[in-house]
């Protein structure tokens, strides 16, 4: 599933990707006036590979470049070593990148974009205030450089300031007219989005729409474009397409034939950094362990965070190879997936947080397959197949996506039944134990004990003013109703309620829900009445929690994957009813619902009595489901 954790990509940051139409080859050379003639015509052709995105190219030449300067750097090779800093962070050598940015901001305390590029990386690894620290600096020797304006407002987000992000960003729109006019404005929608900061959101998503019909997007944010309610899922697409090009254009696939097996298991490798407690593992993890090695030879390729938790060594053990490639190239985890004779090589990330699509677009297995991870086509030429089902990846949407569709049969999504399920106590909706324990609950998590209650706990970046309004219309129609959200950062709870206020609704009708452990937070499903989805980014992980607990949920489905995958999941618990197709179905299915307690009790019912027959929680048949899938990409 979707993370929570988005990192911008290399190209998105400023000075990571030149182009020849707005970085001249002089910016890109040092004063090179002391120079030998040996190291101009070195630097003239680093410079010039570079400009034409021949990275590996490049690097050759700037390697010998400083090579022939070693012990004798002078405050002009720091331009030598931020260029091969880009280069290392564009060939996903990030560590190395980092160092050449270090050695380029000591060598002359005074470059801009060294400090500038120096911030990215910090940023893209997670150091947020070391990259606070860099960025700061770009900004005390040139306040009007703009890359370094706009990476501070990624920092700012990150550093969950959100205030003076959003500050940052309407100071961006005045100190940049020129600027703002031409660029993609996803980053903002989405950054905004975070908090709920709605000013001006539909005229920026439909600025984007407007970008990419007229194929002058610059597509920095690939999440955000899943988000915009202005896109369809062609447009969407079309994005994501120029987004892959721009961070793996420059690479290429090597071809890799299907590998002679003499009969041995078929090795299938999946490579996620989510190999932790996250929302995609407490999903996945059962599959895994049901996974059949007669046949196959399972891989984890993990470049994930090691939390030292039980779900961590829950997945450890259910592989047969369990490889940390944290430290690893991309370039050397794709050799060494060669060398292995990996047949089949699964992406759980897509384009989201920590992912190493690098690996992919060197090509590191005959079948290349993108899958969970990210609700969309990753819109590149390396991913051969996309796993989906009758819903998300329909045969009649292929021109969405850049991969073939491999369908499951039912959902795409799998589940693990390992996961908390409230005692048999409270499993029967209308049973007074269980009505008065849910009274007493209420209480204690700030809830009205006879309120009618509305929940959704997706991440409030899938929330939209559109949406909201319905809520609110909702809950004017029923004064003895409330919406119960995620709380997520304080400055969306404030921009929520006074929201909810200028529709007439008192502020105490909305209530927040921190996070918790994944026990309570399941827990709190028997708390409401009905799950509200949102949309054009539907619920996931959240959307099964709430069905395995057996809260129904009512959603809308839209034209691309995101926007479907409710739809999906209530599908296959058979609650095909609760699928609605307009905001105007969304909004009276919800309503006719809450007008009918029993109607609501006995959909919560269903949910409780299938459970244990439905596919949507047998991770048993949708691994078999999935190796149906494997053999058959094998076997072409």
């Not at 997670?126 to 009007?144: T, V």
Request: net charge positive; with cysteine.
């Amino acid at each position: 599933m979707v993370s929570g954790k988005k990192l911008p990509s290399f190209n998105s940051l400023a000075d990571l990707r030149p182009k020849k139409n707005n970085l001249r080859t002089k910016k890109l050379a040092s004063k090179n006036g002391g120079l030998s003639k040996e190291l101009k015509a070195l630097e003239a052709h680093a410079v010039d590979a570079l400009l034409n995105n021949k990275f590996d190219e490049s690097k050759r030449y700037y390697d010998k470049f400083i090579e022939l300067q070693q012990n004798k750097f002078t405050k002009d090779c720091s331009t030598a070593f931020s260029n091969r800093g880009i280069i290392n962070a564009r060939l996903g050598n990030i560590q190395s990148a980092i160092e050449d940015f270090e050695m380029a901001v000591q060598l002359n305390k005074k470059h801009t974009s060294a400090y500038n590029n120096l911030a990215n990386i910090y940023l893209s690894t997670g150091q947020y205030d070391k990259a606070f620290e860099a960025i700061n600096q770009a900004l005390r020797l040139d306040p009007n450089h703009y890359n370094a304006n706009f990476n501070h407002i990624l920092i700012l987000n990150k550093l969950k300031r959100n205030k003076e992000a959003i500050e940052a960003i309407n100071k961006l729109f005045i100190q940049f007219p020129n600027e703002i006019k031409a660029v993609d404005p996803s980053p903002f929608i989405d950054i905004k989005k975070q908090v709920c900061n709605w000013e001006g959101i539909e005229e920026l998503e439909q600025k984007a729409a407007d970008l990419i019909d007229r194929d002058k997007i610059d597509a920095k944010w690939a999440l955000a474009h899943l988000n915009n309610q202005a896109l369809n899922g062609e447009q969407q697409f079309k994005a994501l397409k120029k987004f892959s090009n721009q961070n793996f254009g420059h690479l290429s696939r090597q071809p890799i034939s299907a590998y002679n097996r003499n009969n041995r298991k078929i090795k299938v490798a999946y490579v996620s950094a989510d190999f932790y407690d996250h929302a995609t593992t407490r999903l996945m993890a059962q599959l895994f362990e049901n996974h059949d090695k007669q046949l196959f030879e399972w891989y984890a390729i993990s470049h994930s965070l090691d939390d030292n938790s039980a779900m961590r060594q829950r997945v450890i053990k259910a592989f047969d190879h369990f490889i940390d490639v944290n430290s690893w190239t991309d370039e050397q985890v794709s050799l060494w997936m060669r060398e292995q004779q990996i047949d089949i090589a699964v992406d759980l990330k897509g384009h989201t947080g920590n992912q190493r699509l690098g690996i992919f677009a060197r090509g590191c297995a005959p079948v290349q397959i993108t899958y969970i991870g990210f609700p969309g086509s990753t819109g590149s030429n390396f991913m051969d197949y996309i796993i989906g089902d009758k819903w998300v990846t329909p045969l009649s949407a292929k021109n969405q996506f850049s991969e073939a569709i491999l369908q499951l049969p039912n959902c795409y999504q799998p589940n693990d039944k390992q996961r908390y399920l409230p005692p048999q106590s409270l499993q029967n909706a209308n049973d007074p134990e269980f009505l008065a324990w849910r009274k007493q609950q209420r209480v204690a998590e700030g809830l009205p004990e006879e309120a009618l209650v509305l929940c959704c706990f997706n991440n409030t970046y899938k929330l939209h003013p559109n949406v909201f309004k319905i809520w609110m219309r909702l809950l004017e129609k029923h004064p003895n109703s409330v919406l119960w959200l995620l709380a997520d950062k304080p400055l969306t709870e404030i921009n929520l309620k006074q929201y909810a206020k200028s529709y007439g609704i008192d502020e105490k009708r909305i209530h927040f829900a921190p996070r918790t452990d994944q026990k309570t937070y399941l827990s709190r499903y028997l708390l409401a009445d009905l799950f509200v989805d949102t949309f054009a980014y539907n619920a996931h992980t959240t959307g099964s929690d709430a069905l395995w607990i057996g809260l129904p949920m009512v959603t809308l489905a839209g034209p691309s994957f995101a926007s479907r995958v409710g739809a999906s999941l209530l599908d296959t618990v058979g609650l095909s009813e609760l699928i609605t197709y307009s905001q105007n179905d969304y909004e009276q299915k919800i309503n006719e619902l809450m007008i009918d307690p029993k109607k609501l009790a006995d959909l919560s019912q269903h949910l409780r009595n299938v459970r244990d027959t439905t596919p949507l929680f047998n991770s048993k048949e949708t691994a078999q489901d999935l190796e149906f899938l494997y053999q058959s990409v094998v076997s072409k």
